[in-house]
T-cell receptor, first 116, second 117 residues
Framework: AQKITQTQPGMFVQEKEAVTLDCTYD???????LFWYKQPSSGEMIFLIY??????QNATEGRYSLNFQKARKSANLVISASQLGDSAMYFCAMREGGNAGNMLTFGGGTRLMVKP | DTGVSQDPRHKITKRGQNVTFRCDPI?????LYWYRQTLGQGPEFLTYFQNEAQLEKSRLLSDRFSAERPKGSFSTLEIQRTEQGDSAMYLCASSLAHGDRARQPQHFGDGTRLSIL
């Protein structure tokens, strides 16, 4: 079974509008962390935001916020006021707790295209 | 620049040749990870080190792959007798291993793109 599912292969958004990128996850571990990374066409993976399974509030980092719904096992990324430079691949990833839980498991990604 | 550094950025080689990639992590980071990313997919975990100890290896890491991290600083990933299916981007990441382990993000390098002819 897929541990991280990103159901939107591609998304368009108008510049200056907000956009939500979906991510659902599957784990039986009560302790886990969810990460979002941005990968521009140049290839580097840029860390955006983190949400811990025990965090009481949704994470926010500048224009990025995470809509964390634990019961639904979803961790959607919201980008407000989209900019042309936001055009990139976006990956959701999970790290599960426990001794063997140091790796990140990534979803298949969503390609975001910002229209001027 | 104090980020994760990978060398080379691109490698083109013939099938059957051996290749070696290098990763220099962020200096204070004691954990180092290798991932492989094929076109249109998310990265897949290969292996990771804490200091010089290799603590976990994925099933993706066949016998032709070997990784080292002598002295707990830079790391090398070697692929012997390369095959067409080895064509991918090889990403290195590093992180700190203290405090809330789950909270520490992994910081990635720009990757090495391998093309097998």
């Amino acid at each position: 079974a897929q541990k991280i599912t990103q159901t939107q292969p591609g998304m368009f958004v108008q510049e200056k509008e907000a956009v939500t990128l979906d991510c659902t996850y599957d784990t039986s571990d009560p302790s886990y962390g969810l990460f979002w990374y941005k990968q521009p066409s140049s290839g580097e993976m840029i860390f955006l935001i983190y949400q811990g399974s025990y965090d009481q509030q949704n994470a926010t980092e500048g224009r990025y916020s995470l809509n964390f719904q634990k019961a639904r096992k979803s961790a959607n990324l919201v980008i407000s006021a989209s900019q042309l430079g936001d055009s990139a691949m976006y990956f959701c990833a999970m790290r599960e707790g426990g001794n063997a839980g140091n790796m990140l498991t990534f979803g298949g990604g969503t390609r975001l295209m910002v229209k001027p | 620049d104090t980020g994760v550094s990978q060398d080379p950025r691109h490698k083109i080689t013939k099938r059957g040749q051996n290749v070696t990639f290098r990763c220099d992590p962020i200096s204070e980071h004691n954990r180092l990870y290798w991932y492989r990313q094929t076109l249109g997919q998310g990265p897949e975990f290969l292996t990771y080190f804490q200091n010089e100890a290799q603590l976990e290896k994925s099933r993706l890491l066949s016998d032709r792959f070997s990784a080292e991290r002598p002295k707990g600083s830079f790391s090398t990933l070697e692929i012997q007798r390369t095959e067409q299916g080895d064509s991918a981007m090889y990403l290195c990441a590093s992180s700190l291993a203290h405090g809330d382990r789950a909270r520490q993000p992994q910081h990635f390098g720009d990757g090495t793109r391998l093309s097998i002819l």
